[in-house]
């Protein structure tokens, strides 16, 4: 099967972590360049579409804590199992010393579902969404005032699956002019817009992990404590895992802690409010 192409890790890890001659906005803009060559590895393989056809006739289909297989064909039956979709912003721009940093938002304690918790802008895709870029640039736009027309989108990772089985797709963009950028926060939404460090969720420093289990499966929630202007952040779960990707595909290499993020079953039919524990 022929495989996209793929961004040269050394390349991107030398662009970010030199001190080369690279202004900022010519540094971002090699850095665009590169993820933009940057494709979300397949599914599966032709052995595995097999492998996906015996697991339906045995009752099942695979995810993972990374993603969702893509192969899977619309199902006419509501009671079968479906995944809801939805698309997140890793919004990325350097800061005065040239480390690239990340939006994120402190949901609000308002909310009835995930409130307080750290996300990345984005939600529920609309009808009317033309594609994952436009759901996560409309959502960021709504909830933290962000115009889409400041950022560039660069790639697309791989789908994420949520604890209530919900497809997220990280969009990546760059903010190349960071002072064009007011923060507006929607009090229904957010309570509160910070940005760290994204290279932090590549480092074992000030990360903690639980496991868990899922129908016999193990895997690894992972937590980061951030402090910001004297106040105490703790990003995990998915918005962690998003972002140990994101940071893995743009430094070209892997955290220095163990992921675990095994495949996981999941029934075909699966009643509503069913979440991985």
Not at 207 to 232: C, M, P, Q, V
């Amino acid at each position: 099967m022929a495989t996209s192409p793929t961004p040269n890790s050394s390349s991107i890890s030398n662009l970010i972590d030199s001190n080369s001659s690279f202004g900022g906005s010519q540094r971002l803009r090699i850095l665009a360049q590169q993820l933009r060559l940057y494709k979300p590895p397949p599914s599966h393989t032709e052995n595995d579409e097999i492998d996906e056809q015996k697991r339906e006739e045995s009752g099942g289909k695979v995810v993972s804590q990374l993603g969702f297989a893509q192969s899977a064909t619309p199902i006419a039956d509501p009671e079968r199992f479906t995944c809801k979709k939805a698309a997140v912003l890793v919004c990325l721009f350097e800061d005065n010393v040239g480390d690239l940093r990340v939006i994120l938002t402190k949901r609000s304690t308002r909310l009835s579902s995930h409130s307080g918790e750290v996300a990345l802008p984005g939600g529920k895709a609309d009808e009317g969404d033309a594609n994952d870029e436009e759901t996560a640039t409309r959502e960021a736009n709504e909830e933290i005032g962000l115009d889409p027309s400041l950022v560039n989108i660069v790639t697309v990772l791989e789908p994420f699956l949520s604890k209530h089985l919900m497809r997220v797709v990280p969009v990546i963009g760059i903010l190349s002019d960071q002072q064009a950028f007011t923060p507006i926060p929607n009090p229904a939404e957010v309570e509160e817009i910070f940005d760290a460090p994204l290279e932090m969720f590549l480092k074992d420093e000030n990360r903690t992990s639980e496991e868990r289990e899922w129908l016999g499966d193990k895997y690894l929630i992972h937590f980061f404590d951030y402090k910001a202007e004297n106040k105490e952040f703790v990003i995990w779960g998915l918005t962690a895992g998003i972002l140990i990707r994101a940071a893995s595909v743009v430094y070209g290499r892997p955290p220095s802690f163990v992921e675990q993020t095994p495949k996981f079953w999941v029934p075909k039919y699966v009643k509503k409010g069913t979440t991985m524990r």
